[in-house]
């Protein structure tokens, strides 16, 4: 799934009242798992590396796999939850949640590109016949219908949250995820 897709999944799944401790931490928790590949490719670009080299070899580097697979691991994720449900921290709760959430989103949907969800203890990835961005593997069709779920899913969060931050964020959310998806669709439908 795309980055925002997985706010606004985490929102339909567990944001059960508009407050901002709701709010701030199933955000954040949505967005985590994904923040070290923005870090990455933003080192990468800094260090003038090709788009191809980029997502072709430094992706797959191994410092740059443990990295990710850090903020992906389900052991890590439940220790956390388990943690803060001990800690009786609702707060961490929603953020360790969301993160399972967003890990739970990206497993059915990475081909030969998925995390290691169960790092440290294992090196094992679950290869899916389907991608949410590769042609060859139904990233066409994946996209299409992402996009109509994100679409009704804005909808519904727009009609639930009755609060002014809740609105800017599902605002900023949806205005981020089509404004990255229509030029990524088009290069799909007429470039690629």
């Known amino acids: 799934m795309n980055t925002p897709a997985h706010v606004s999944l985490s929102l339909l799944c567990l944001g059960r009242c508009d407050r901002a401790n709701t709010l701030t931490p199933l955000v954040i928790g949505s967005l985590l798992p994904d923040a070290p590949m923005f870090l990455f490719y933003g080192i990468e670009k800094v260090r003038g590396i090709p788009e191809e080299i980029i997502w072709g070899e430094s ?39 969301s993160m399972i959430i967003h890990g739970l989103g990206d497993l059915p949907l990475h081909n030969d590109d998925g995390h290691r969800h169960f790092f440290p203890f294992s090196n094992w990835r679950f290869a899916s016949p389907v991608s949410y961005w590769d042609p060859d593997h139904h990233g066409l069709i ?46 799909l439908l007429f470039i690629r």
């Open 59 to 97: 992706y797959f580097a191994d410092r740059w796999q443990n990295f990710f697979d850090i903020f992906n691991s389900f052991p890590l994720m439940l220790l956390g939850l388990a943690l803060t449900t001990w800690g009786v921290s609702r707060w961490g709760q929603l953020l360790f949640g």
């Open 142 to 187: 994946v996209t299409a219908l992402e996009m109509a779920l994100m679409l009704g899913s804005w909808i519904f969060l727009w009609r639930a949250y009755d609060s002014r931050r809740g609105k800017i964020t599902i605002s900023v959310v949806s205005v981020l995820y089509f404004a990255y998806m229509l030029p990524f669709a088009y290069y």
